[in-house]
């Protein structure tokens, strides 16, 4: 886990074996827990899940609404993908609307 701090990554997804996304962990708050012994899904918080197709303005909402910075994205089997932000998609959005 350390070595995804030093990666640039402080969340990141719970995903059961062949299975749609479960939440998503903060490795800092692992690593700086003093009690350390807790398992996994005490770490655990909620996460947006949402398909590829889905239109990244409806994205920003939905994650805006919720209070969260990422989703986690899955294909239409329900099967992960991988995850975007909130920043990245206003990002993307503010460059098409200049284009």
Do not use: C, H, W
């Not at 800092?28 to 009690?35: G, T, Y």
């Amino acid at each position: 886990m350390a070595s995804s701090i030093f990666a640039g990554f402080d969340r990141l997804p719970v995903v059961p074996p062949g299975g749609e996304p479960a939440g998503l962990i903060n490795v800092l708050e692992i690593l700086l827990d003093q009690n350390g012994n807790k398992p996994l899904g005490n770490y655990v918080r909620r996460i947006v899940t949402i398909t590829e197709e889905e239109p990244a303005y409806r994205v920003v909402q939905q994650l805006r609404a919720a209070r969260l910075g990422l989703a986690a994205v899955v294909d239409k089997k329900k099967k992960f993908r991988g995850i975007v932000s909130i920043e990245d998609l206003i990002r993307r959005l503010v460059s098409s609307a200049g284009a």
